[in-house]
């Protein structure tokens, strides 16, 4: 590049770049351009650091910002989380009111319901049946008195292939428990593995009766001794009769333990029509007799608690397989456990279920001798 080229850029001067002053004086231009460009680059420098300074500042107020709207927001998040917890509070606490104004309402209308029924109950042991009762027993304290006992009629549902033995000593039974699995020889080399397992029940241990008239039935007592059948047959028809204030019967029924008929009517209206009247006067023998007329009472239980118990000389036979004819695998089985070397005794009843059959053993008049917990 010439001389010429090169000034061409700077401007042109007008000194001459062919003399010394020119050259010095071509120098000092360039040296005040330069120092031009510097103090350029100075004030481009200030002010790059005056607006880095104002971005930091901006940064810092937004971060301030930024975390001012964040705490704002907890706090707000916060608040309405506890308008929130107020609300459920209240409407807590008017589910409450509610729960314990219905509770109350509740407690008033079975109070009421239970005054009622005891107006019933007095109305109906009023008109009960007159029976006469001799004392017998001993006089003691009211600690002293003996609880109602019961003896339940007990369903146990047996499963296919096995056995219910009761024997008549408890040590027996508490023996094959103990010996737990028994080979029973059933002849000719055949031979059999059957378990004993204990025999739970579950028992009765508290039960409330709620009592109610019949609408349907009647209860007559002070019948005269004579021919059941005719005398239900006479009482049907006198207490079919509307002008005996009767109507159609649907049973007629007598209660050997208690020697009274019941009789339920198909309308519910007759027997408390018939019960206002208590003595009617009913021809059963060849003269009119007067019979007692009284409401039906129904029984209905109310509450009952149980609880398991394991009969005390009851065992259970399981695996019992079908190698022979039921009758003589029970026979064999019988036989095997009454033997005192087989750990076994005298069986009070056996009850065998074989295979593909469904069997209901039933123990009755079950007591708490008979079982424990």
Do not use: W
């Not at 770049?17 to 103090?39: F, H, M, N, P, R």
């Not at 107020?86 to 109350?104: F, G, P, V, Y």
């Not at 204990?198 to 241990?205: A, E, G, K, R």
């Not at 190698?323 to 009843?349: A, C």
């Amino acid at each position: 590049m010439s001389s010429d080229e090169d000034f061409s850029l700077v401007g042109k001067s007008d000194q001459n770049e062919d003399t010394l002053e020119g050259v010095q004086a071509l120098i000092k231009e360039y040296q005040k351009k330069y120092s031009e460009i510097l103090e350029e680059q100075k004030d481009i420098k200030d002010s790059t650091v005056e607006h880095q300074d104002m971005t930091q500042q901006f940064k810092k107020r937004t971060q301030k910002l930024t975390e001012a709207l964040k705490k704002d927001e907890i706090s707000f998040k916060e608040q309405i989380a506890s308008d929130e917890a107020k609300l459920n509070a209240l409407k807590q606490e008017k589910s409450d009111l509610m729960e314990e104004l219905q509770r109350i309402e509740a407690e008033i209308e079975e109070e009421d319901s239970r005054n009622a029924h005891l107006r019933e109950r007095a109305d109906v042991f009023s008109k009960m049946p007159e029976k006469k009762f001799v004392f017998s027993g001993k006089i003691g304290k009211a600690n002293d008195t003996e609880d109602f006992e019961m003896k339940p009629h007990i369903t146990y549902p047996m499963e296919e292939g096995t056995a219910l033995i009761t024997f008549e000593e408890e040590d027996v039974a508490i023996k094959i428990l103990e010996m737990r699995k028994h080979k029973v020889d059933l002849g000719e080399e055949c031979r059999i593995i059957v378990e004993a397992q204990p025999v739970h029940l579950m028992m009765p241990s508290l039960v409330e009766i709620d009592t109610e008239i019949c609408p349907q039935r009647i209860l007559i007592s002070n019948l005269p001794k004579m021919d059941t059948e005719t005398m239900q047959n006479k009482l049907e028809i006198h207490f079919s009769k509307s002008k005996n204030g009767g109507g159609e019967v649907d049973c007629c029924e007598f209660l050997p333990d208690s020697g009274t008929v019941v009789i339920t009517f198909v309308e519910k209206n007759i027997a408390e029509r018939l019960t206002e009247t208590e003595h009617h006067e009913v021809k059963l023998t060849q003269t009119k007799h007067k019979v007692r007329v009284t409401p039906f009472i129904n029984g209905k239980i109310t509450n009952l608690e149980t609880r398991t118990s394991m009969c005390r000389r009851t065992v259970l036979l399981t695996g019992i397989p079908n190698v022979m004819d039921q009758e003589t695998l029970q026979d064999m089985l019988e036989i095997h456990f009454q033997k005192n070397g087989n750990g076994g005794g005298e069986i009070e009843s056996f009850l065998y279920n074989p295979l593909g059959q469904h069997t209901l053993a039933l123990f009755s008049n079950v007591s708490s001798e008979d079982t424990e917990e």
